[in-house]
């Protein structure tokens, strides 16, 4: 199967990629990515010189390239990962996150409708099993309470430009598989985690500032409830659903492991205690968790998202493997390695 995926050197793109070319001989992939700031190609070291691995420098705005690609490779799937993801700058620069998240999906939607089908819902010979699989999140549906879980049948209700765009791209799926019959899927999960996400987020950022002993800040009180997924389960997830899910439906891909904002920078704080603790001599501090500073609530914040992902366990035989405190030991150990990297490169 020859898979284009888009936005292939970001957080989940890069993992999933590692993880699919160790799984599958018998795919080719081409790898779309523009590489703004959230794309590196340090985070395709492994698998960038593989022979069912070719990386293409683009915009997924571009038509012309992605036609492009979509005939010289033969592309037959699509898994798209390719968005502006980080909400703070949604709330800075909305405009951006209209033009990737919206114009970009369609975009590749309409390169996808004119090479495989022929005419609404008649493909190409060659393409009937083509398939679009578009990866979302649990954001588009808004915020919960303290009770309740988000499933497909819940309501969207985005309350921030980012998750706004990535509700109208989730449409735009939605209306091409009803539209014109386009083999389409979307997956939403919740927050993800571990090697090779971007310093913005929530994790990178507590490791980060920790270990360059600098305030570690929580927005509001830090209450604020999050699911956490570990991102191989996700891309475990991804995999099952590419290629088993049914087509023109949606599956929800949750972690299990509920827990606020504070708890987390608090877990983490701990496992660096011991991992690389402080210095006995420091007079500053005994321990990181004394660097946590609470900072201004960001606008329109989510209290609790929490997924109901029975959908994909009984349909793909999916669960998640990796407990919270598996997947955070990992995820440290990796910013830590990468930390001694760069002090060594300095030196």
């Known amino acids: 199967m020859n898979i284009l995926v888009t936005g292939g050197a970001g957080f989940i793109g890069s993992n999933f990629i ?9 795919v080719q992939i081409v790898n779309l990515d523009k590489l703004t700031y959230a794309g590196n190609l340090e985070n395709l070291q492994e698998v960038y010189d593989h022979p069912n691995h070719t990386f293409v420098q683009g915009d ?24 502006e993801s980080h909400v703070d700058q949604s709330i800075k620069q909305p ?9 970009g999906t369609l975009t590749v939607l309409e390169s996808a409708r004119k090479h495989w089908l022929n005419k609404n819902g008649s493909y190409k010979e060659g393409y009937q099993d083509a398939r679009f699989h578009h ?3 649990d954001e588009v549906f808004g915020t919960l309470g303290d009770e309740g ?14 998750s706004a765009s990535k509700a109208s791209s989730d449409m735009l799926v939605r209306s091409y598989f009803h539209t014109y019959g386009l083999n389409v899927i979307t997956t939403n999960c919740s927050n993800n985690y571990g090697p090779r996400q971007h310093n913005e987020k929530l994790i990178p950022t507590i490791i980060r500032n920790a270990l360059a002993l600098e305030p570690i800040p929580i927005y509001g009180n830090g209450k604020n409830i999050r699911d956490w997924l570990f991102v191989t389960d996700h891309c475990r997830a991804i995999e099952k659903v590419f290629f088993e899910g049914k087509f023109g439906e949606t599956y929800l891909i949750g972690g299990h492991y509920e827990k ?21 001599n420091n ?21 609790r998202y929490a997924i109901d992902d029975t959908k994909i366990r009984n349909e793909c035989n999916w669960k998640n493997k990796y407990s919270f405190e598996e997947g955070i030991n990992e995820t440290i150990r990796y910013y830590l390695n990468k930390q001694i990297k760069v002090i060594t490169n300095e030196k």
């Not at 590692?18 to 018998?26: A, I």
């Not at 997924?60 to 968005?83: E, P, S, W, Y």
């Not at 007079?283 to 209290?303: A, C, F, T």
């Open 283 to 303: 007079k500053e501090i005994k321990s990181y968790r004394e660097l946590i500073q609470y900072v201004n609530d960001r606008p329109g914040h989510d209290y």
């Open 135 to 137: 990866i979302s999140t």
């Open 95 to 103: 405009t951006v996150f209209i033009q990737t998240n919206i114009l």
């Open 18 to 26: 590692t993880y699919l070319l160790r799984r599958r001989k018998d």
């Open 149 to 162: 879980y988000f499933t497909e049948m819940t309501s969207y209700a985005p309350n921030s430009p980012y």
């Open 60 to 83: 997924i705005c571009d038509q012309t390239l992605v036609d492009t690609l979509f005939k010289n490779h033969r592309i037959n799937g699509v898994i798209h990962f390719a968005a």
């Open 260 to 280: 606020s904002n504070i708890n987390v920078a608090e877990i983490i704080c701990k496992i660096l205690d011991k991992l690389k603790p402080l210095a006995k």
